[in-house]
């Protein structure tokens, strides 16, 4: 899976805090999996948007647009 990380003060307007990323073999291997931002982010809320997903895995082998996090941490 690759994605987005965006974030919001408000839930209206969001801002990319990072792009790109993915989430290697998490169907066969999840571990912990760390997202380390550029610059500081002020924000109070985030969310991950999947920008593409591989066939036949996770949610996409449901025909589903829902996914999920099991744990989510901040660390400063």
């Known amino acids: 899976v690759?994605?987005?990380v965006e974030?919001?003060?408000d839930g209206k307007e969001w801002a990319v805090a990072a792009q790109?990323?993915?989430f290697d073999n998490i169907v066969n291997s999840p571990v912990t999996q760390?997202?380390?931002f550029e610059n500081p982010v002020n924000a109070r809320m985030i969310r991950?948007?999947?920008s593409r997903v591989e066939?036949?895995?996770g949610a996409a082998a449901q025909s589903s647009p829902t996914y999920g996090v099991s744990k989510f941490s901040i660390i400063e």
């Open 2 to 4: 690759t994605y987005t």
């Open 7 to 9: 974030v919001s003060m």
């Open 20 to 22: 790109d990323k993915m």
């Open 34 to 36: 760390e997202v380390i």
């Open 48 to 50: 991950l948007v999947p």
């Open 55 to 57: 066939a036949g895995t």
